[in-house]
């Protein structure tokens, strides 16, 4: 079962959409586990957020990284997933983590509804101690690190692809 791409990272990363390409690139079915936890709960991240906390959300993210399929499929997780050593465990066995580094500041550029979007922190966490907090945690969970800086989607791909048949997995 150790197959799987894992892309890791911040909120605005691009997880998700170079998540897509990447599937479709590889031949590999795709899941984010931000909309498996949406699906799960029937409500959207924020919603989660303002009716319980960052931690019940950590504690769904949790639960849905131990439970979904997640062999042989390019799986794109929550910035949050990195909190959860047992999560990481099984997802690191699934095959490669990816971790996609964007500088804060083009993060910062990207991201325009930092209140709104779902992000599991602390209520008072500028995003610039999220990030310095998360960064440690992907750079240590990584078996490839992408630096993402001046990089469109498509020549992440194009960077990617070919470090992932090298990666072992």
């Known amino acids: ?11 605005g990363a691009g997880k998700s959409t170079l998540g897509v390409l990447l599937a479709k690139e590889l031949g590999l079915d795709f899941i984010d586990t931000d909309v498996a936890i949406q699906v799960r709960e029937g409500k959207s991240l924020q919603q989660i ?6 931690l019940h959300l950590r504690e769904v993210e949790e639960s849905v ?3 979904a399929d997640i062999a042989n499929k390019v799986i794109a997780t929550g910035g949050s997933a990195v909190y959860s050593k047992p999560g990481m465990t099984r997802l690191k066995a699934a095959g490669s983590l990816v971790y996609l580094d964007v500088p ?11 209140h709104t979007r779902g992000i599991a922190k602390h209520p ?18 990584a078996d490839i690190t992408v630096d993402c800086a001046d990089q469109s989607i498509q020549q992440l791909l194009r960077t990617l692809v070919p470090r992932l048949g090298q990666s072992g997995s």
């Open 65 to 67: 990284l131990l439970e």
């Open 1 to 11: 079962m150790n197959n799987s791409i894992v892309l890791i990272g911040m909120p």
């Open 49 to 54: 957020l303002d009716e319980k906390d960052h």
């Open 124 to 141: 008072e966490q500028s995003f610039e101690a999220l990030y310095d907090e998360r960064t440690t945690l992907y750079e240590g969970y």
């Open 104 to 114: 804060l500041r083009e993060l910062e550029k990207r991201i325009h509804n930092y």
